[in-house]
């Protein structure tokens, strides 16, 4: 079974950096997609940014030019390095893979961005 395990999320103030990062273990299958998905208080689930094993990336709007998704496959690892950061970044952030056999996602880590 695959498992996924977050860290990196904490308090940082607006325009301060924050670095995440995914590990996924118990892997059979290779991971064809890991991706950061975010969820503020009172809206939906949405996607931050995801990169395929060929190393082929996508970003949400609002994470173009300040977000970026490096990945580790070796180590079946995947970061979302968080830069300039706003208040409106504020969510909890989920790791998803996914594989030929389904969709995996971790608990969550919490970001909070202050003024």
């Known amino acids: 079974q695959v498992h996924l395990v977050e860290s990196g999320g904490g308090l940082v103030q607006a325009g301060g950096s924050l670095r995440l990062s995914c590990v996924a273990s118990?892997?059979?299958?290779?991971?064809?997609?890991m991706g950061w998905y975010h969820q503020a208080p009172g809206k939906q689930r949405e996607m931050v940014a995801t990169?395929?094993?060929?190393?082929?990336?996508n970003y949400a709007d609002s994470a173009k030019g300040r977000f970026a998704i490096p990945r580790d496959g070796a180590k079946n690892t995947v970061y979302l390095q968080m830069n300039s950061l706003k208040p409106e970044d504020t969510a909890v952030y989920y790791c998803q893979a996914i594989n030929i056999v389904r969709v995996y996602w971790g608990q969550g880590t919490q970001v909070t961005v202050s003024s």
């Open positions: 990169i395929n094993d060929s190393g082929s990336t």
């Open positions: 118990g892997i059979d299958f290779l991971l064809n997609v």
